[in-house]
C-alpha cells in the first residue's frame, strides 16, 4: 500500500511509525528539515521537504499513484487543500486533519465530500467525545464502543478487596458466562498479559474487558466496584478542548471551569450557557478548595501543560475526588497513567491517529484502537468471503497465541464467543493482537 502523509509532527509521526511496522511504502511531507531528519534517523519511509499544498511536491511524492493520503499538519486550511489537490491528482483516498467543530455537522459533510475529502478527522472532538464517555461511567478509565456501542470494551482497576483477587479466570468462568463479559488484556504494573483460564487476578490488575451494551454495571459489581454517579465537574484550563467538553457536558452536570486570563474568561461566558467560570492561578490550591475542590465528582485538567494537568489530577485525587482525567501532549506519558494515580491520560493526537490507522489495516478492518501502556491492539475485523474462519469452530483455526477473539456482532445479535462458536459470512469479530499476532491475522481475516 502506497500511503503519502503530509505533516511529520506528532500525528503524523505516531502514523507513520505505525506503519513502518507494517511494510507499508509511506512517504512523509514537511516543511522543517529538522524534524524530517529526526523521522529519517528513526523511521524507515522517504522524507520529502516541502509546500504538501504544491502541486509539485505532491507529484515528487508520487501522489497521483498512492493509495491514501493522510493530510495532518497543524494547519487545518493546508490539510485540506492537499486533500482536495491530492484527490485531483489521483490519489485513491484522502483524509483530513480539522479543527472546526463546524466542518464535522452532518449538514456540511455534504459539502466536505464535494470537494474530494473522503473524510475529516478533529482530534479535539474525538478527545471530548473519549472524555464524556469517561464522565458517563466514572468507574472505567477506558470506553470503547463498536458499532455504535453492541459491544463495548472497558478497563478497570482491580481493588485489594476485589472478589475476583486471586482467582483464576478458569474458576470464573461460570461468571463470565452469566455478565456475558470477556476479559481481552490485562496490564500488571508494565507486563500486558493476555488472560487465559489458568491466569490468577491480582489487586492493581488493570483488566479489559469486551461486553454486551448495558453491561456496565455488571461489570463493576463482578469486579466489586461501588457504582458512582457523577453531579459536579471542575474542569482546569479554559483551552479549545475545554470548550468542546464543556459543550457535551455542560446539561447533564454541574460544570465549573478554572482559567487563568480575564480575556479568556470572558470568551468562555460567550461561548458556554450553564458553566460556572472562575478566574484563578492552576496552581492555587486554595483557590480549587475555595470553588469546591473537595465536593467535586470528577476533575478534568485540559491546561496546555501536561505536566501542571498531571499534578494537578494527583492533586484533586488527595481530596477525595474519585474520577480524574488529564490531557497530556507528550505520548509517552499514555503509557504511565495507570501506575501514577490519574485515572486517564487523553492524548488527541493518537486519538486521531488510532481513528485514521483503521483504513490502512488490510484484512476488512472496520475499527482499531488502543490501549493506554498495553502492548496490543483491538481489532474489529468483517468476514466478507468464506474461508478456515467460517468452516471450524473457533477452537480448532490454530489462532495465533498472542491474539483473543473478545466479541461478534452478527447482525443485530451480539456475541461473547468461546471455542466452540463459529464464526459466520458477515460477522464483525473483535480481536486483542499484540504485534507479533497481527501478520497471522491479516492473513486470516483477508
Known amino acids: ?48 521537504r516541502g509546500d504538501a499544498t504544491s502541486i509539485e511536491t505532491l507529484q515528487n511524492a508520487r501522489v497521483g499513484h498512492s493509495n491514501l493520503m493522510l493530510a495532518v499538519t497543524t494547519s487545518e486550511k493546508t490539510n485540506m487543500m492537499t486533500a482536495i489537490i491530492a484527490k485531483k491528482l489521483g490519489c485513491q483516498r484522502v483524509i483530513a486533519r480539522v479543527d472546526k467543530e463546524e466542518y464535522m455537522c452532518k449538514e456540511h459533510m455534504g459539502t466536505i465530500c464535494s470537494l474530494g475529502i473522503d473524510q475529516i478527522i478533529s482530534p479535539r472532538q474525538l478527545a471530548a467525545q473519549e472524555i464524556q464517555r469517561l464522565i458517563k461511567q466514572v468507574s472505567f478509565t477506558d470506553i470503547f464502543e463498536f458499532e455504535q456501542g453492541k459491544l463495548s470494551l472497558l478497563g478497570i482497576t482491580l481493588d485489594p478487596d476485589s472478589p475476583i483477587v486471586g482467582v483464576r479466570l478458569e474458576d470464573i468462568k461460570h461468571l463470565q458466562t452469566r455478565v456475558a463479559l470477556q476479559p481481552i488484556a490485562i496490564l500488571r504494573r508494565h507486563q500486558t498479559i493476555i488472560p487465559r483460564g489458568f491466569t490468577q487476578l491480582k489487586g492493581g490488575d488493570h483488566i479489559y474487558f469486551i461486553t454486551k451494551t448495558g453491561n456496565q454495571q455488571k461489570v463493576e459489581e463482578f469486579v466489586g466496584k461501588q457504582h458512582r454517579e457523577v453531579s459536579s465537574i471542575m474542569i482546569l484550563g479554559g483551552t479549545d478542548l475545554a470548550i468542546s467538553t464543556a459543550k457535551l457536558l455542560q446539561n447533564d ?63 484533586a485525587r488527595n481530596h477525595g475526588v474519585f474520577k480524574t482525567i488529564a490531557q497530556v501532549e507528550n505520548k509517552e506519558y499514555i503509557h504511565i497513567s495507570q501506575n501514577i494515580g490519574v485515572d486517564t491520560l487523553i492524548n488527541k493526537k493518537l486519538l486521531a491517529a488510532n481513528s485514521i490507522f483503521q483504513h490502512v489495516r488490510k484484512g476488512n478492518v472496520e475499527a482499531i484502537t488502543s490501549l493506554h501502556g498495553v502492548e496490543a491492539e483491538i481489532i474489529e475485523y468483517n468476514i466478507q468471503r468464506s474461508n478456515q474462519l467460517t468452516k471450524r469452530k473457533i477452537k480448532d483455526l490454530h489462532f495465533p497465541q498472542k491474539a483473543l477473539i473478545g466479541g461478534v456482532i452478527r447482525g443485530e445479535e451480539t456475541l461473547i464467543p468461546n471455542g466452540e462458536t463459529q464464526l459466520q459470512l458477515g460477522d464483525k469479530v473483535i480481536v486483542m493482537a499484540m504485534p507479533g499476532a497481527i501478520k497471522r491475522l491479516e492473513e486470516l481475516f483477508r
Do not use: P, W
Not at 502506497?2 to 502514523?15: E, K
Not at 505505525?18 to 522517504?46: K, P
Not at 478566574?279 to 478548595?289: P, S, V
Open 253 to 315: 452536570f454541574k460544570v465549573t471551569i478554572i482559567e487563568e486570563n480575564k480575556r479568556r474568561c470572558k470568551f468562555l461566558n460567550e461561548e458556554l450557557n450553564n458553566v460556572l467560570v472562575i478566574k484563578g492561578q492552576f496552581t492555587n490550591i486554595d483557590l480549587l478548595k475555595e470553588e469546591g475542590l473537595d465536593q467535586m465528582d470528577a476533575f478534568i485538567a485540559l491546561t496546555k501543560n501536561s505536566e501542571t494537568n498531571i499534578i494537578s489530577c494527583l492533586t
Open 1 to 48: 500500500m502506497n500511503i503519502v502523509i503530509a505533516g511529520a509532527g506528532d500525528v503524523g509521526f505516531h502514523l507513520a511509525e505505525l506503519l513502518a511496522t507494517e511494510n507499508q511504502d509511506i512517504t512523509l511531507i514537511d516543511t522543517d528539515q529538522d524534524v524530517l531528519d529526526y523521522v529519517g534517523s528513526h523511521l524507515d519511509v522517504l522524507t520529502i
